[in-house]
């Protein structure tokens, strides 16, 4: 049950959402409340009937903690919502748009519901999910604080790739805006092929999707019949600078070894169909041209965080080149060049007071989470043993891995030179700094008792690895 205690103000959230028929286990919890809910479901009628059911069925709830502990979102479900039949979804990629018939059912043990934290900020909450009865990650589950509503839209299919990640990005109406929701969109870079307006010959192309779409969208002008209702289009101009192998990872669409990709909000939401963008490289001595499996480069995003924290863009950068330091760059906003804010050698950090008596393991931190609250306050996950990269890293959605080895999670004030808190960490997805008041207030959460459940009645669901996004079929 929910304590009368305060409400954290910010947290670090486990992305794996926990899934639970009818109940969840007895911890201290909260209701998200929900007060108007939407669905943009598939057209196969099996799916169809099982996304409408959980858009009007599903109840999200919060376990809210102080750091180092970590935090964790729930989705519950009625059980019998979880013991439907299962239906297989056919793959849109190649064509079909055969209905799935009601026969073609198959029966499982266990819920197949698979749901991870996305994206967090300014009143948005963002999960991708699948449905209780088929097979793959199918929609994202929008929820939104300022209107305590819940939006459930299919995520991109396998014709209109997302290029730079899966993670939307919330994008806010600054100066008014030109339909749509009327205070955000959330937007994902795509790649796909369109028909050329000219020669009417198919082209691939980047293409920037909105959901809601502003009225200067456009419905995706492909070379098929198929469409990616309800999401509407953009066109991209990129810079001449951008890496032809940009790969971003944050939520501003920053390649974590090469440099951030922005553009004017106002230019996407209230201005016409082109966009131009534009790009900064990181600082010098932090730019990964080349994959280096021995300074384990290949997967950036291990060693390296950006955020927004108050009103700049911060960088951290741990064990890059030959000596193993943890930096810490801001992005000046009058003159857009990094400055250096702190620096930190692992002799110094392992030589810590605080990090000596907690007996945390002298190895290498992954995985930095920079406070939005504390300034120059981190937090970082510690492998119990250090780890050793024999092959080349293979890029993927770094939410979208399973994490089972032993690990630590430790608050280090860089500023100071000091260990705040340190603890063991469970088994966990991907995990992400989650300024509560950013995201959440007291105002859409409310104190929910729930009993205890069975060993089957609630059961942590980390995100998976995913190299292909599912496909969607065309709206009816």
């Given at each position: ?159 209109c790739s997302p290029s730079f990640t899966i993670r939307p990005l919330p994008m806010r109406r600054r100066s008014g805006g030109d339909g749509g929701d009327g205070d955000y969109s959330l937007a994902i870079m795509a790649r796909t092929s369109v ?282």
């Amino acid at each position: 049950m929910a304590t009368d205690a305060p409400l954290p103000s910010w947290v670090v959230l486990n992305s794996a959402v926990r899934i639970a028929p009818g109940a969840v286990e007895n911890e201290p919890e909260w209701a998200i409340k929900c007060s108007h809910r939407q669905a943009y479901p598939y057209a196969w009628r099996g799916v169809k009937e099982a996304s409408a059911s959980m858009a009007r069925d599903v109840t999200l709830l919060a376990r809210l903690v102080e750091p180092p502990d970590l935090s964790s979102l729930y989705i519950r479900l009625p059980a019998d919502e979880l013991r439907r039949p299962r239906f297989p979804m056919p793959d849109s990629g190649n064509g079909d748009d055969d209905e799935i018939l009601d026969g073609d059912v198959s029966l499982s043990e266990g819920p197949l519901l698979r749901a991870s934290v996305r994206a967090a900020d300014e009143k948005l909450v963002i999960l991708t999910s699948t449905l209780p009865d088929c097979d793959r990650a199918s929609f994202y589950l929008i929820y939104n604080a300022t209107k305590t509503s819940l939006s459930m839209i299919p995520l991109l299919p396998s014709y209109c790739s997302p290029s730079f990640t899966i993670r939307p990005l919330p994008m806010r109406r600054r100066s008014g805006g030109d339909g749509g929701d009327g205070d955000y969109s959330l937007a994902i870079m795509a790649r796909t092929s369109v028909l050329d307006e000219q020669t009417r010959d198919p082209i691939d192309r980047d293409v920037l999707c909105l959901w809601p779409p502003p009225a200067s969208a456009k419905p995706l002008p492909l070379s098929g019949r198929r469409g990616i209702e309800p999401w509407w289009v953009k066109q991209p101009h990129f810079p001449s600078q951008k890496p032809g192998s940009f790969v971003a990872d944050t939520a501003f669409w920053a390649d974590l070894a090469h440099g951030v990709l922005y553009c004017n909000c106002d230019d996407v939401l209230a201005g016409g169909y082109d966009v131009q963008f534009h790009y900064l490289g990181l600082p010098m001595e932090c730019r990964l041209d080349d994959v280096d499996s021995c300074t384990g480069r290949g997967n950036p995003a291990e060693h390296r965080t950006m955020s927004y924290v108050g009103d700049s863009i911060k960088f951290v950068s741990i064990g890059d080149g030959l000596h193993p330091d943890l930096k810490v760059w801001a992005l000046l906003p009058a003159t857009m060049e990094w400055k250096k804010l702190h620096e930190l050698s692992m002799a110094t950090l392992w030589g810590l007071e605080g990090f000596k008596n907690a007996g945390l393991p002298e190895n290498l931190p992954i995985h930095p989470i920079l406070s939005t609250q504390q300034d120059g306050v981190l937090y970082l996950v510690l492998p119990a043993e250090e780890k050793v990269e024999e092959d080349i890293v293979v890029a993927v959605e770094e939410e979208d891995v399973a994490v089972t080895e032993q690990r630590y999670l430790f608050g280090l004030d860089v500023c100071n030179k000091r260990i705040l808190s340190s603890r063991h960490l469970p088994d966990s997805g991907y995990l992400l700094g989650f300024d509560m008041f950013r995201c959440l207030d007291e105002r859409c959460l409310c104190p929910h008792a729930a009993p205890s459940t069975d060993e089957n009645g609630a059961r942590p669901i980390p995100a998976t690895r995913k190299r292909k996004l599912t496909s969607s079929p065309s709206p009816p």
